[in-house]
């Protein structure tokens, strides 16, 4: 420096060497040497390495830049951003092993092949053994299909397709025999545990398919899967969280909660509860009676339910005394044919359209129009705004009405009715026939029409 010259930095190669290390990382995963789960796991772990290994090229630089005369280079803008990333990523890594992704997996139904999470392999398995006569099974599945059929021998039978997501083939046989299924009598009930959790957090699902004898009752517990029961003779009872549901040709009572999925249900003969937060809803051919409650996301289809049947959710409540024929419900519309009275609806935002409708109805609506077709004629009161109201009538009919429409009109096919209609509001009332049942009818900002059929 005594000459004026200034002394030159040393080329640092810090840098190049960290994202070379970085490069044979990624395409290791690429090229499908280690998987993506287990690199994750091994930068989780390992991470501060990229650090050490900086600093010490750095100081190998330093002292080889004094021996050399020239200046060492410091961090710089570029080597302290790189640092910043691979500190944040680390610790972000390091956090992450502590949760559990499986169950994060669960609620948001990301898929067991997730490429993150290892390499899939596939087992079989089979138990049985014989069942206690007058005993009921309980089953309990975490991950995994279920599905039960009948048959007339005096044993249970399992069968078990099971699939593990890990790094490596031996690590999936040792996690295949850690969860085997478990069959256990105790006070004449059978318990068949899944036993997908006894692996921890490694990614373990099996569907089991389950022979049982027709006449024994049957409660499910799962947590994600679909649920499918066939031609039982019995009490069901299932729960599950993610996952459809369908039940068939059950001689028993029914009672599912579903927390997400669809739900169908036909020939039972018995009762069915249903209640959770559902898709799609399809039940038909009930001997006994329907209730729902919950929220329902989808569409609902209700058809021939023997006795009464019920639907309750946060913007629905729903009553009829049977239904023959079919009714059906989503967002926007309710629509009904050949339905059994007494009849009672208070929603909101759906279009009302109800034919052959017999005994009294009683409905409360908004944001939608009501049509309604009785036959034979009941009483029936209707309150609704926004939105027009008709109600069609039997030619012949006999009846009292009373109806008035706020900032509407009134408009009526029967002569013997009174008809005014000013510009503010519309009235109706009167006899036909003989009277008889009572019609009321309340609009506000719609029109009222009484049709002859």
């Given at each position: 420096?005594?000459?004026g010259t200034a002394v030159p930095y040393r080329r640092s190669f810090a840098g190049p060497i ?409 009235n109706m009332s009167g006899t036909v026939g003989n009277g008889g049942p009572s019609v009321e ?13």
């Open positions: 420096m005594s000459n960290i994202l070379i290390l970085l490069g044979v990382v990624f395409l290791l995963g690429n090229l499908g040497v280690l998987t993506w789960h287990s690199l994750g796991m091994y930068f989780a772990k390992y991470w501060p390495l990229f650090i050490i290994l900086w600093g010490v090229v750095k100081l190998v630089e330093y002292y080889q830049a004094q021996r050399e005369g020239m200046r060492a280079r410091g961090v710089g803008v570029g080597g302290f951003f790189l640092l910043f990333f691979i500190v944040i990523c680390g610790l972000a890594a390091s956090e992450s092993t502590k949760v559990n992704w499986q169950e994060i997996g669960d609620q948001i139904q990301i898929g067991d092949d997730f490429p993150l999470m290892g390499n899939s392999y596939d087992f079989s398995d089979e138990l049985q053994q014989a069942f206690p006569t007058g005993a009921s099974l309980k089953v309990a599945s975490d991950r995994g299909n279920v599905v039960v059929n009948a048959w007339d021998q005096n044993t249970i039978k399992v069968s078990v397709h099971k699939k593990v997501v890990t790094n490596d083939e031996k690590d999936s046989k040792r996690i295949d025999e850690q969860t085997k299924p478990v069959l256990t009598v105790a006070d004449n009930v059978v318990t068949l545990n899944a036993n997908t959790m006894a692996a921890g957090q490694h990614g373990v699902s099996s569907d089991l398919e389950i022979f049982l004898p027709r006449k024994a009752p049957l409660d499910i517990a799962a947590k994600r899967g679909e649920v499918t029961v066939k031609d039982r003779v019995g009490a069901v009872k299932i729960s599950t969280a993610h996952g459809d549901v369908t039940v068939q040709n059950v001689d028993g009572n029914t009672d599912v909660s579903l927390r997400g999925g669809s739900f169908r249900a036909e020939n039972i003969k018995g009762d069915v509860t249903l209640d959770g937060r559902l898709d799609d809803s399809n039940i038909s051919n009930v001997t006994g009676s329907v209730k729902m409650t919950g929220d329902f996301f989808g569409s609902t289809s209700l058809a021939k339910i023997s006795k009464s049947a019920s639907f309750k959710s946060s913007r629905t409540d729903l009553q009829m005394a049977s239904l023959p024929g079919e009714l059906s419900l989503d967002s926007g519309d309710l629509r009904g044919t050949n339905v059994v009275g007494p009849f009672r609806l208070a929603t909101r935002s759906k279009d009302i359209h109800l034919e052959n409708i017999s005994g009294d109805v009683r409905v409360e609506n908004s944001n939608g129009t009501v049509e309604i077709h009785p036959s034979p004629l009941g009483n029936i009161q209707v309150d609704n705004k926004r939105g027009d109201v008709q109600l069609v009538l039997p030619e012949k009919a006999s009846f009292n009405i009373n109806a008035h429409a706020r900032r509407g009109e009134v408009q009526s096919d029967f002569s013997q009715l009174k008809v005014n209609n000013s510009r503010e509001e519309g009818i309340n609009n506000d900002r719609g029109t009222i029409e009484v049709r002859k059929g």
